[in-house]
């Protein structure tokens, strides 16, 4: 016999919160799965020791796999871990042992689910503990391993909070502000240490590792600044001429009469033949030859409207091409920033050091040239030529409604951001900046 409609909602319902409940059961596991992954690597190929290059003698491409399965599967016990915990704190221990009664019809005694909650809590130990265990030797890992600035990748060490197990990683306690004043102001001090690391002997080591790792940054920089440009650039002149240039010449050939991918165009070819019909009637009037016959007019009418009909289909089928090409170069753009995160944070720490460590004066005429040309007094008609290039380039009409109202919002928005940027971050950071930029704007 079928179910009602309301039984199936029902069913639905009660699966979904089963599933529910059982969120912190099911991220233990398979953290706990994640971490048997990192011990069998450990037994298998380094002897049960950690996964380190003095752990075993294997070359830098079979070490580079084995980090990278190490990174993914410490990534999935913090990720797990975290969940864990989170949802350990809002459902209790009895809701499931509820749960699991539920999930078992009632056919579990009451009297026993004490047993099953002992039972259950147990094994979570266990896996805690196991975890623990495995966690303990990578805590420092992320810091210490392959990243070729180690400074810029921070892990935070997780805390498994729980009732029954004791925390192991305690965070430092705040400093008060009688413990962070200090005597001499800091710029004092600062000087005090650099002529102390001057004047070291033993400091040339670390400048020329300083100088090594500030070298690396840059390289990455700029390696990583040439490819955003290069590789979607290239994506987009490859895949339109080689890939989807002869898809679309095939599709217009086989549909001649479409000329025209929007009315606009096809009002601008009628202006031009009316252009071109004008022209023949003046230079009739000029010349001293007599009226031209209405058949050779005629033939010149009806070439010069093949040429238009050319020029537009030529002009409708590359705007189809820009289309395709552009999806594939955005998509090309997107993988690089998914596939070069740590090249990013690279990058990140190396713009914030050239523009952190400029002048007040240059911050603030870099601030002023920005916001001159994107929202300035003359901004919107920048922005209408950028808007209408772009409609060209994909072969839309102009909408003058849209455009008048992305010129009357977007502007006005981009300006509030700057403001606030200014206001929340910039006046923290660099107050005389601030200051020097009121100063330059008024």
Do not use: C
């Not at 400093?175 to 005090?192: C, D, F, M």
């Not at 955003?228 to 010449?249: D, M, N, R």
């Not at 922005?383 to 060209?392: A, D, H, I, Q």
């Amino acid at each position: 016999m079928k179910k009602s409609i309301t039984q199936q909602i029902y069913s639905y319902l009660r699966s979904a919160q089963q599933w529910y409940l059982q969120t912190p059961e099911r991220s233990l596991d398979e953290a706990y799965k994640a971490a048997l992954l990192i011990k069998a690597i450990e037994d298998q190929h380094f002897n049960g020791n950690k996964i380190a290059p003095e752990s075993a003698n294997y070359g830098d491409s079979v070490m580079a796999y084995f980090q990278t399965e190490l990174k993914k599967h410490l990534r999935t016990v913090r990720m797990r871990l975290t969940e864990f915990k989170a949802t350990r704190s809002v459902f209790s221990s009895s809701d499931q042992t509820i749960t699991k009664l539920a999930k078992n019809n009632g056919t579990t005694p009451v009297r026993d689910s004490f047993a099953i909650q002992t039972t259950n809590n147990s094994l979570v130990l266990e896996k805690l503990r196991f975890i623990d265990e495995v966690l303990a030797k990578y805590n420092l890992y992320e810091n210490t391993s392959a990243s070729v600035v180690p400074q810029l990748v921070k892990v935070e060490p997780i805390t498994v909070v729980n009732q029954q197990l004791p925390i192991t990683n305690i965070p430092n306690k705040k400093q008060s502000k009688a413990e962070e004043t200090k005597v001499l102001p800091r710029s004092i001090i600062g000087t005090i240490n650099r002529l102390k690391v001057e004047l070291d002997p033993s400091s040339e080591e670390e400048v020329v590792k300083k100088f090594r790792t500030s070298q690396k940054r840059t390289y990455i920089s700029v390696r990583l600044v040439l490819l955003l440009i290069i590789v979607p650039f290239l994506t987009h002149q490859i895949s339109k001429h080689l890939v989807i240039s002869p898809i679309v010449e095939r599709w217009i050939n086989t549909h001649e009469d479409t000329i025209f991918l929007n009315s606009e165009m096809e009002e601008k070819a009628l202006v031009e033949m009316q252009k071109f019909e004008e022209k023949i009637k003046f230079e009739n009037l000029l010349s001293e030859a007599g009226e031209i016959l209405p058949q050779r007019r005629e033939t010149q009418m009806k070439r010069k409207v093949q040429e238009i009909a050319e020029e537009f289909r030529a002009e409708s089928a590359n705007a189809i091409k820009n289309i395709f090409a552009d999806i594939l170069s955005v998509g090309a753009f997107s993988w690089l920033i998914i596939v070069s995160k740590k090249d990013i944070a690279v990058l990140k720490d190396f713009l914030d050091q050239i523009v952190y460590g400029l002048s007040d004066s240059a911050k603030a005429f870099i601030i002023i040239l920005f916001t001159d040309i994107f929202v300035g007094f003359h901004s919107p008609h920048g922005w209408e030529v950028l808007l209408t290039g772009v409609s060209r380039h994909l072969g839309l009409p102009e909408n003058h409604d849209f455009t008048f109202l992305f010129i009357a919002t977007f502007p006005v928005i981009l300006d509030t951001i700057f403001k606030y940027w200014i206001f929340r971050y910039l006046n923290k950071i660099s107050p005389s900046a601030v200051a020097t930029y009121r100063t330059m704007n008024e």
